[in-house]
């Protein structure tokens, strides 16, 4: 308990910017959603053959995955807050519309009547009489699309617009639970916030203060926010996990000094955004089929800060007990696969759109490695996999291996998020292996004293041996023989971009972004 | 002052009112009267153009109101209707001073016509004004009904079964309150009833129509005297 409060007390600053910034996403989206949706809705409680068209319009954007809307936003509106808002928008927007065509509906004929026969003009029955009416109905859709809203902004921070996402995807990438909750809590408490206010709205009907209120603070947000987008020098983009590791963000700052604007973005965007040129530099893996398919290069660590990530099988004891002969096939892709060869895989995978399966397929026939599947009769062994290609493609040539040279069955659970989830599901017996990579076992799962980190990185071996001794003192699991690749942290550039500003090393980045 | 020519209505293919024509003098109480669904509150609601009517045109002091733009039409016709339709969210005082709000009077000439009408009807400033429509009987609904009908000083009055809500006892109790009013004598008012007893205490002529038509008009005397049918005699029960 205390660490935490220790941790909320050192990320003081950071909090309180991220729960602005979340905030200010949150409000600014319901607010255009509520100077949008509202109008919607009249128009279609007065002309109720669109309220088809339009409910349906507005349903069909909130079955969309929140990642998925994030994700078109990127070609049509870059990453940042504004891609950010508008995916906001659009889920706020059903909840308000319906609200307003229903609470409009409800309103009784008879009153309607009766204001029209008092001499009211359709706007003065509109203003006087329907939107009050209607208005606890009203708010109670603002109420809903307010507290969606701030659980779906967390998401915000995969396309670099900030928010509580950055605390809660950096600590889930970097196993810190403190992190994690220093994002979760606030959020949550927002949405309560958010919805007491709400509720006090609804029950006092002090509506036109009310909005005005949301109107005002919306304006002024975004007066902030248009005042602090400014242009500038290099931009990076940076994953929440290499944002807050020793072997990333903070490493480059430690010993190359490097000081440069820099935005928190997700991997599986990052590539495109900096692609479409809205980043400069960001941080990749050095197996990435992307590197390949965007024509990147990767600048040398010429004062070698990140690790060797060497992959290997991170097993169970107690499985290579039980089936004597998992090991060796296992063991059997070992020194197998280069980098450039997984790169090749990985770019198969990802840009040439195999799947996972043929690409496994494919590259153990070549090895002479690939048998058809056996009996399977003799038991299960349960794989698990982050998410992302290469673990996809690992998982494949280790279920082929088992099928194809010993009886034992195969079930695997692919797309566990992250190092911390999948590490979970491994010690708490759902899983019995998965890939992992030795620079990941080391700084995440570890965590050792800092000389004791720089003492080790500079070998492959010496991490391998550390972790393989540690892993096994500590969890009794054990890390088999490498696959032969390094997917290490690197930092990358568009080739273009790199050879007209001459940066090859990180210490060239340096020296051009920090005065 | 209101003249009536050979209004028609139709809803889908039901012919709701036919030929309807009368004229209404100043100072006039004309009631339509006639079973649920003869067309009278369709004929009613055609007079402020709460409906517009399919044939014929209605008059008023020698225009024709379809070229008056309704909003300003129906200020000038105070509006009663029978389950009240008052505003829930306005209160008493609120509600009788929506029309001279609507035609921009000054706050306190509002205010002291909301109180003058309020106590007429039985109703005090200090108790009521600021009471909600749900926190008063079905009587007091339909008296603050009236003065927010009444309270622009409307030289016509449009009255949709004013009373037909109420129990008989507050129905007839509010009725003769009603009818002692000086503004009941003032005003020209077309009054929807079902209610034959109700027509004759209040009418200066009646209009007795049935499927959407006029089946006689004339004085209450003239009704009882000289009815026209089979139809009249059995609906005033003679």
């Known amino acids: 308990m205390n660490e935490f409060f220790e941790f909320l007390q050192s990320q003081s600053g950071k909090l309180a910017q991220q729960t602005l910034t979340h905030i200010n996403l949150t409000l600014i989206s319901v607010a255009i959603a509520i100077a949008l949706g509202v109008p919607l809705g009249i128009l279609i409680a007065r002309r109720p053959r669109l309220a088809g068209v339009v409910l349906g319009f507005a349903g069909v954007m909130q079955t969309i995955p929140s990642i998925a809307l994030l994700g078109f936003m990127i070609p049509l509106l870059g990453i940042g807050p504004q891609p950010a808002i508008v995916a906001l928008f659009l889920y706020a927007l059903l909840p308000i519309v319906r609200n307003t065509y229903t609470g409009i509906n409800g309103v009784d004929p008879t009153v309607k009547e009766a204001a029209r026969g008092m001499g009211m003009t359709g706007n003065q029955v509109l203003f006087r009489v329907e939107l009050p009416l209607s208005m606890p109905v009203l708010i109670a859709g603002i109420r809903t699309a307010t507290v969606i809203n701030v659980g779906v902004a967390t998401l915000a921070a995969y396309i670099a617009a900030g928010g509580l996402g950055e605390f809660i995807f950096g600590g889930i990438a970097l196993n810190n639970t403190h992190m994690i909750l220093a994002g979760a809590i606030p959020a949550a408490l927002l949405a309560l916030l958010f919805d007491f206010l709400l509720g006090r709205l609804q029950k006092r009907l002090k509506w036109r203060l009310g909005l005005a209120a949301v109107a005002g603070i919306a304006v002024l947000f975004l007066a902030m926010l248009l005042a602090t987008s400014s242009a500038g020098k290099l931009l990076a983009g940076f994953t929440p996990e290499f944002m807050g590791r020793m072997d990333g963000y903070l490493g480059l700052k430690k010993v190359y000094g490097l000081n440069m604007r820099n935005v928190v973005i997700n991997d599986a965007v990052m590539y495109q955004a900096m692609h479409e040129s809205k980043l400069d530099v960001i941080s990749g893996y050095s197996t990435d089929g992307r590197i390949k398919a965007f024509d990147l290069v990767t600048l040398e660590d010429d004062k070698t800060i990140f690790p060797p990530y060497y992959a290997a099988p991170l097993i169970r004891s107690g499985i290579l007990e039980q089936y004597p002969g998992l090991e060796s096939t296992l063991n059997l892709l070992a020194g197998r696969i280069s980098d450039s060869v997984m790169t090749l895989l990985n770019y198969q995978a990802d840009f040439l759109k195999k799947s996972p399966e043929n690409v496994a397929r494919n590259f153990l026939r070549q090895q002479g490695l690939y048998r058809p599947p056996r009996r399977g009769n003799k038991g299960v062994v349960r794989i698990g996999s982050k998410i992302f290609t290469e673990q996809y493609i690992l998982v494949e040539m280790y279920r082929m291996l088992i099928e194809g040279h010993t009886d034992l069955a195969v079930s695997s659970k692919t797309g566990l998020g992250g190092t911390k989830i999948c590490f979970d599901a491994l010690t708490n017996n759902q899983i019995d292996f998965y890939p992992e990579y030795t620079g990941t076992g080391l700084l995440v799962l570890l965590q050792p004293p800092a000389d004791a980190i720089t003492r080790l990185v500079q070998h492959k071996d010496s991490v391998y041996q550390y972790v393989q001794a540690q892993f096994m003192q500590q969890y009794n699991l054990r890390w088999l023989r490498p696959i032969g690749f390094n997917n290490a942290y690197a930092l990358m550039m568009q080739r273009k971009k790199a050879d007209e500003l001459h940066v090859h090393t990180i210490s060239d980045l340096a020296k051009i972004t920090t005065p | ?238």
């Open chain 2, 1 to 238: 002052m209101i003249e009536v020519r050979n209004l028609g209505k139709t809803f889908g293919n039901v012919h709701a009112v036919q030929q309807i024509s009368f004229t209404v003098a100043e100072g006039e109480n004309l009631i339509l009267l006639g079973t649920s669904g003869c067309g009278k509150t369709t004929t009613l609601k055609m007079i402020n153009r709460l409906l517009d009517p399919d044939e014929g045109t209605v008059l008023l002091n020698g225009t024709d109101t379809a070229t008056i733009p309704p909003a300003r039409l129906r200020r000038g016709m105070g509006y009663v209707l029978q389950h009240t339709g008052l505003f829930p969210h306005y209160t008493v005082a609120e509600n009788i001073a929506v029309v001279p709000r609507l035609q921009h009077w000054k706050k306190e000439d509002v205010r002291a016509r909301a109180a003058a009408l309020m106590q007429k009807l039985g109703l005090t400033w200090q108790e009521h004004a600021h009471m909600y429509p749900h926190q008063l009987s079905g009587g007091q609904q339909q008296r603050v009904g009236l003065a927010r009908a009444l309270a622009a000083d409307p030289p016509v009055l449009l009255m949709d079964e004013p009373f037909g809500a109420l129990d008989p006892i507050t129905r007839n109790r509010i009725r003769q309150e009603f009818s002692e009013l000086e503004e009941f004598r003032k005003k020209t008012i077309i009054m929807v009833t079902h209610d034959v007893q109700e027509a004759f205490a209040l009418a200066t002529r009646v209009c007795l129509m049935d499927k959407g038509r006029i089946v006689q008009m004339g004085t209450p005397e003239e009704l009882q005297q000289r009815p026209a049918n089979e139809f009249v005699r059995a609906f005033l029960k003679l």
